[in-house]
DNA sequence: TTGAAAGCGCTAACAA
DNA sequence: TTGTTAGCGCTTTCAA
C-alpha cells in the first residue's frame, strides 16, 4: 500500500506533474477540462500533497514553535487557546514544549524546534535567555516573546507584555473610593520580572491617589495559596494594620481569604481582598473575588497573529505590544469598618 | 546568507556526503582521522541537519500529534506534561491540538497531522469519531487513544482506561468503614462514556460492601462547580438523607462542600464528601478534600511510551493498558454524626 | 495551454 | 575504507 503521489494523479489524468501541481496550487492558468480530469484523479485516488515535500522546496514549514514554561498553569492553558485558534485557521500547526522552568531544557527545545524549520517561536517562559534568543536571531527565526522584560530583547524580537499598570491603578482607586487608605501588597518573588512589575505598578499607583507609598505594607509571597496564607499574621500584626490588600495573583489572594476567615476575620468588612488574573475559581469561591483580569486568550491570539504578520512581512522592526488589564469587581471588597 | 549543507561540509573536509552522512549517523565505519575532518568541518561551520530532508527520504518525522479536548483543564495538562517529556528525551516532537469539544474542529486537526506525516497519533479527546480513528488507521498511523470505550476502539488502536473501579471501591469500603450506609453519588452528564464509568463503579461496589445499588440517590451533574452547588437541596431533601457523597470529581465536590457550608451543614460531621482526581486545590480548601487520585502526569508517560513501543514494534496487535486510582483521604470525610 | 527537467538536502544501494 | 548515484515528492524555471 504504497503512499499516493503527484505522479499517480498525473499518470491517472493523463498530464504532467506540473499541470497537477499548479491545479492544486492555482499557480497559472489549467484548461478546465484538463483541470477537471486533474481534480477527479485527485478524488478517487485519494491524493494528498506531501507536505514534507513541499517543505523540502519552499523552505518552510507552516508550522510555529510553541515554548512554555509550564503547562499546567492556568494562564497558560488559555493562551494556547488562542494561539491554537489562530494557527487552526492560517494552516499552522503548533508544536508545543514544556519547559519545566528548566534552562537547559528550554534550549535543547528550542534547538529542536530550529532543526525542525518551524517558521516562527512563540516564547511564553519566564525560563527564557538571551540565548535562547540568539539562536532564533541566527537562523533569522521570526520571535514573539510574552511577558519577558530583560533589556534588550526587542531588539531581536517582538514583545507582548501585559499593561498591569491599568488594571493596578484601578484596584487601587477601587479602594480608596471605598475608604481605605492602608492598602498592603502580598508580591510575588521578586527576582521574578513580572512580579517586579506589579509591585512596582503597584507602588506608583498609590500616590496617584494620594496615598503615600512609602507608608505601604509589601509582604513577599510565592504566587501560589500558601504564600497568601503565611502572610496573614503579617498583616494583622502590623501597625496600622492595612484594611486592604492587594494580592500578586488570585492563588494568593485565595490563600488571604481563606486564612484570614480561619484567623476569625469578617471577610470583606474587616479585610479587602484583590487577586490578578481572574481564574475561573475566582468567581465561584466565597467571596467572590474581586480581582484584575488578563484577557488570556486575547493574549494568545495576538501572540500568533502578531507572530503571523512577522512572517509575511520579515522586514517589519521588531516592536513591543501591550495588552490592557481591567478589574472586575466582586464581593471580596468593601467599605472598611470603622475603628479597625 | 544559505544555510549550510552537507555538501557544504563534504567539500570543507574534502571527503563525499556519504561519508559525512555516515559518520553523523554512525551508520558504517569511517577512518578516525576523516572522521575527525568531518567533525571538525561541521563544528566550525556550525551545520544542522536538516530534519525535513531525513524525513523525506526516511518517510518518518519524529513528530507525533497529541489531541487534546481541552488544554485549560488541569486534568489534561498534567498530562501533557508527561508526553512531552518522553517525547523530548526520545527525540520526538509533539503538535499540539486543541478540539474544543469540536467534532469538525477534531477532524481537521487531525487531517492537517496526518498530511505532516506525524509517525504516531495522541487522541485524547471526548470528541473523538470512529472516522477519526479510521482516517488514522487508514494512513497505518499508530494510535493510542485514552479514554474512550466506543466498542471498536480496541481493533484499531491501543487504548489507555483509567482504573476507576479500584479507587471507588477503597472510596466506599472508606466511608461503609467510618459507618456510612447511605452514599449518594453525584455524576457528570452520562452522555461521557467516562461519566457512565464513574457511576457504574460505584453502582458495583456497593454491594460488596453491603449497600444495596437499588436505594442509591444519583444526582446527575456537569462535572463543574455550579453541579455540585446545585445538587445539594436534593441531596438534603431525600429520605432517608444520605450521610455521604461520591462526587465525579472534585470540582463537583467542591461545589458540594461550599453549598453545603452555605446551608448551615457542620462539615464534615453532617456529610462526608469525596472527589475524583485530586486536583492541586483538593489539599488546599477547608476542609481538605478526601478524593480519588489519578496518576495524570503517569497516564501521559504511559500513553507516549506505549506509541514509542508501537513505533518501533508496528506488528503489535492493539491492546489496552489500565492505570489505576487510589484513595487519598483527607479531612472531608469523618463518621456521620448520630441521628441526622 | 502544457511538459521536461533541475533541484530542495538528505540516505543508502552499489561500486570501487 | 570511501565515493557515485539514484531517488524521496514536490515546485518552478525554461521551453515548446
Not at 474587616?270 to 465561584?284: F, T
Not at 500568533?304 to 512572517?311: D, R, S, V
Amino acid at each position: 500500500m504504497r503512499r499516493v503521489t503527484i505522479s499517480d494523479v498525473a499518470e491517472r489524468a493523463g498530464v504532467s506533474k506540473s499541470t497537477v501541481s499548479h491545479v492544486i496550487n492555482a499557480t497559472r492558468f489549467v484548461n478546465h477540462d484538463t483541470r477537471q480530469r486533474v481534480l477527479e484523479a485527485i478524488n478517487t485516488l485519494g491524493y494528498r500533497p506531501s507536505t514534507i515535500a513541499r517543505s523540502m522546496v519552499s523552505q518552510h514549514t507552516r508550522t510555529v514553535g510553541l515554548l512554555i514554561s509550564d503547562v499546567g498553569n492556568p494562564f497558560y492553558s488559555e493562551v494556547i487557546l488562542g494561539v491554537d485558534d489562530v494557527a487552526l485557521a492560517n494552516g499552522y500547526s503548533v508544536f508545543l514544549g514544556n519547559t519545566s522552568y528548566d534552562l537547559e531544557r528550554g534550549m535543547r527545545l528550542l534547538i529542536s524546534l530550529v532543526d525542525r524549520l518551524v517558521d516562527g517561536l512563540l516564547l511564553m517562559s519566564s525560563s527564557l535567555t538571551v540565548e535562547m534568543l540568539q539562536e532564533a536571531a541566527r537562523h533569522n527565526i521570526p520571535t514573539v516573546v510574552l511577558d519577558w522584560g530583560t533589556p534588550g530583547v526587542e531588539l531581536s524580537a517582538v514583545t507582548i507584555t501585559i499593561d498591569f499598570e491599568s488594571g493596578i491603578d484601578q484596584a487601587v482607586h477601587h479602594l480608596v473610593e471605598l475608604g481605605h487608605r492602608r492598602i498592603a501588597h502580598v508580591s510575588g518573588p521578586l527576582d521574578l520580572w513580572t512580579a517586579r512589575l506589579r509591585r512596582d505598578a503597584f507602588l506608583t499607583a498609590l500616590p496617584r491617589h494620594g496615598l503615600d507609598p512609602a507608608e505601604a505594607l509589601i509582604i513577599p509571597g510565592d504566587l501560589r495559596i500558601e504564600g497568601g496564607q503565611k502572610a496573614i499574621p503579617q498583616l494583622l500584626a502590623a501597625r496600622p494594620r492595612p484594611t486592604a490588600v492587594l494580592a500578586a495573583n488570585d492563588l494568593t489572594a485565595l490563600g488571604l481569604l481563606w486564612a484570614a476567615r480561619a484567623a476569625g476575620l469578617n471577610l470583606p468588612q474587616e479585610l479587602s481582598v484583590i487577586g490578578v488574573d481572574d481564574i475561573a475559581l475566582a468567581s465561584k469561591v466565597t467571596p467572590a473575588l474581586t480581582t484584575i483580569s488578563l484577557p488570556r486568550y486575547e493574549i494568545g491570539r495576538l501572540a500568533m497573529e502578531t507572530l503571523l504578520k512577522l512572517l509575511r512581512e520579515p522586514a517589519t522592526a521588531p516592536a513591543r505590544h501591550q495588552v490592557a488589564t481591567r478589574l472586575v469587581v466582586r464581593a471580596s471588597t468593601a467599605a472598611p469598618s470603622e475603628g479597625v
